[in-house]
């Protein structure tokens, strides 16, 4: 078996993809390896975000490229997003890599690999449609759709990703329930905007439609819904999320902005007081939602007065937690024409501000939460000296930290807990009071290559183009 290191960057939606490419690799004879010191193969999942992403990523590439010398590798693969919109240059930059796929062009890695004698010219098993490759199975993604229709002045994401397509009802559904049988508790769904989810399909499934068929053709307990617009959340959807506990109220909504002006630059579909209104009508209709978002810092045109709108804004608002960022021009985006009139040393000094602010906010939003009993999902199972990692409702994974608990409970248990303390500003400490649910007494591993067989193959191609 060939021995496939994968490195992946970026957003939940790369995770994925790597999951997918990772089934592809292991149909034709590859096997995952975590050590990139013993693969034969490595492959880097590139993000083309933003500058930071941008360097992270060229570094990733260059360690994958040392171990052409210092281990047994034999080929490095650089694919995704930044590879979209860099290709040529990232190729006459780092000649060691020895193919280049952006986002439009995935369908050859097989291809490419097999001219190179890496891994088999035909399948060995079925391709099925997610290897995991990570260490905590219970926690997945799941896209529904890949692209955006939606022109942010700021963002590149449409020239990487295309315009915005949905995935078929019935292809997410399977997806998902391949998810459950390998051990899935938390699946969240992911997509550039989620509210936009079936517009394109024209066959009366939106997304509402779809969580409906999730709660009724799966058992995975927690749901959870990252990245929507507020534009597109309807009644609805609120009705689906507030009648369904299984569908955690969670909502990661962008808003990028509270000045009207910015936000205009920016070309935002709404402005402050829409943004307000919407909000007052999605707490009302869903008890106890948590709301988090994120904000760009220093925009071209952003005056004092604009960032000082957007603090009163936030404090307003209330948010549970906030995403902040600096504002760095984007090739090809209409905003890279715009003059950066805000320094560095500014955008810095007003991040700095409005994280304080957020902290200050975040910090009395989660004193609510003191003395409450509420499920908890068991991420890290404790032992005598030390406590379980745990996650409440309104704790998104790896984002809005961790509740520490008393319990020996396994993985991926839902454990009802009362809430003792806030610590290290973010995290919780909290006693169980009882296991609600425990993982299955299956091998999830055993459950997935036992129904991979029954379910319908899709391609790289069909999900992630």
């Known amino acids: ?44 999942n590139t993000c083309g975000f933003i500058d930071a992403a941008k360097k992270e ?99 590149a994401i449409p020239l ?53 068929a999730l709660l009724r053709e799966t058992g995975i307990p927690w749901f959870r819904n990252l990245y929507l617009y507020n534009a597109g959340i309807t009644p609805r959807f609120l009705d689906v999320v507030a009648n369904n506990p299984r569908i955690l109220p969670y909502l990661d909504m962008p808003v990028q902005h509270g000045s009207d002006a910015v936000l205009t630059r920016m070309r935002r579909p709404e402005r402050r007081r829409t943004i307000v209104e919407r909000v007052a009508r999605f707490r009302d209709a869903v008890p106890d939602l948590t709301i988090r978002t994120t904000c760009i810092v220093g925009f071209p045109g952003e005056t004092d007065d604009d960032f000082e709108i957007l603090l009163d804004f936030l404090g307003e608002m209330q948010f549970d937690r906030v995403g902040a960022f600096t504002y760095s021009a984007q090739e090809g985006t209409s905003a890279a024409a715009m003059v950066d009139d805000v320094p560095d040393e500014v955008k810095h000094e007003r991040l700095d501000m409005l994280q304080r602010l957020q902290s200050a906010i975040t910090a009395e939003r989660y004193e609510r939460h003191i003395g409450r009993t509420v499920q908890l999902l068991i991420d890290r199972a404790g032992g005598e000296d030390e406590l379980a990692v745990a996650r409440a409702p309104w704790q998104a994974d790896d984002i809005d930290g961790v509740t520490h608990l008393d319990t020996d409970a396994p993985i991926g248990s839902l454990v009802d807990a009362r809430i003792t303390d806030v610590v290290d500003d973010y995290d919780f400490e909290a006693t169980a009071t009882g296991i609600v649910l425990l993982p299955p007494a299956r091998s999830p591993r055993a459950q997935a290559s036992r129904t991979l067989p029954l379910m319908a193959s899709s391609s790289i191609g069909s999900f992630g183009r």
Request: net charge negative.
């Open 57 to 155: 990523s060229i570094d990733a590439i260059l360690e994958a490229s040392r171990h052409k010398v210092d281990g047994v590798c034999q080929a490095v693969v650089a694919l995704g997003c930044m590879v979209q919109r860099h290709k040529d240059e990232l190729a006459d930059a780092i000649p060691e890599v020895d193919l280049f796929l952006g986002t439009t062009d995935v369908d050859r890695l097989i291809p490419e690999l097999q001219q190179r004698g890496l891994v088999d010219a035909a399948p060995m098993m079925h391709p099925g449609e997610r290897v995991f490759g990570g260490d905590a199975p219970h926690v997945r993604y799941l896209k529904v759709s890949e692209g955006c229709d939606h022109g942010c002045a700021f963002c």
């Open 160 to 212: 990487m990703r295309g315009r915005h397509r949905s995935f078929a009802l019935a292809d997410v559904i399977r997806e998902a329930q391949l998810l459950e049988l390998q051990g899935a508790r938390e699946v969240s769904l992911v997509a550039q905007d989620l509210a936009h989810y079936g517009r394109d399909r024209r066959d009366g499934t939106a997304l509402p439609e779809l969580l409906e």
């Open 1 to 44: 078996m060939m021995k496939i290191g994968f490195i992946t960057l970026g957003c939940d939606k790369n995770t994925v993809d790597t999951e997918r490419y990772l089934a592809q690799l292991a149909a034709y004879g590859g096997e995952h390896t975590d050590d990139l010191a013993q693969a034969e193969v490595i492959v880097v």
